[in-house]
């Protein structure tokens, strides 16, 4: 029987590859570097053999998809934002059976869902960004399924987040899940980015936020997964917040009744707002 042991809503915004450089800005994402570092500790703890993420950087234009490769390993630069990542390697072992399960179990839920075992099927840096702080010397196995969801409904996207939690309960496993994405994410305009690094893009999206975070924190999940999808459009939310879709419904969706813990504070990045947040699980 597996456990789903670890459960969080975290950032990977790409000036921490900048803050770990010597200039302005060096030291100005480390709170961020540090709570995905206590993740990866807390996950070590909790014996996690397997992250399963959630990535708002994987953009898929029709179904859903995971990458379960047996290995991924390559020299990654962002094609987004070559300025900020580049020449990152990584070497991860993958997770296919579960991948494997987990699209089986979507699939009888009749939502069109495949799992990919192709070499040349490369991980985006919603994965590979967090995976740096978390899972530096590849000790836990990888599974990445995308959550850049345009054309795709949220309801699904709940759906899939149960199928799951299911996936991993009937495994042998021992698993986190981490939905990678932003909260808010109007990122600012082209002339307006290299001035607004540690800036929101507009007081309202900083507000909606917050409020947000109030609410996980009080445990009203009820509440946040009826907000959600107006939400999502309102502020931008990375990747129309089908990542968080997916981690509310591996949560029990509504019915949640934990409280957030903020590892990392509300901090803004490039116009958007970020968190690293950790959401309890029952013994």
Known sequence: MGTLSLAAKITH???MFISEMPGPNHGCR????DGL?????????LGVDTIVVFDTHWLV???????ARARYQGVYTSNEFPHFIQNLPYDYRGAPALGDEIARRVQAENIRMMAHHVDTLELEYGTLVPMRYINAD???RVLSI???CPWHEMEESFRIGRAVRAAIEASDGTVAVLASGSLSHRIHDNNDAPAGIHTISDEFYRQVDLRVLDLWRDGRNAEFVKMLPL????????GF???TAMLFGALGGGDYAGKAEILTGYFTSSGTGQVNAVFPLAA
């Open 61 to 67: 234009n029709t179904a859903y998809h995971i990458n």
């Open 146 to 148: 995308a959550a850049w």
């Open 241 to 243: 917040m089908h990542d």
């Open 138 to 140: 590849g000790r836990f």
């Open 231 to 238: 939400y999502s459009r309102l502020c931008h939310g990375e």
């Open 37 to 45: 570092t206590e993740i990866g500790r807390r996950c070590d703890a």
């Open 13 to 15: 915004v790409p000036s």
């Open 30 to 33: 480390q709170e961020a570097i």
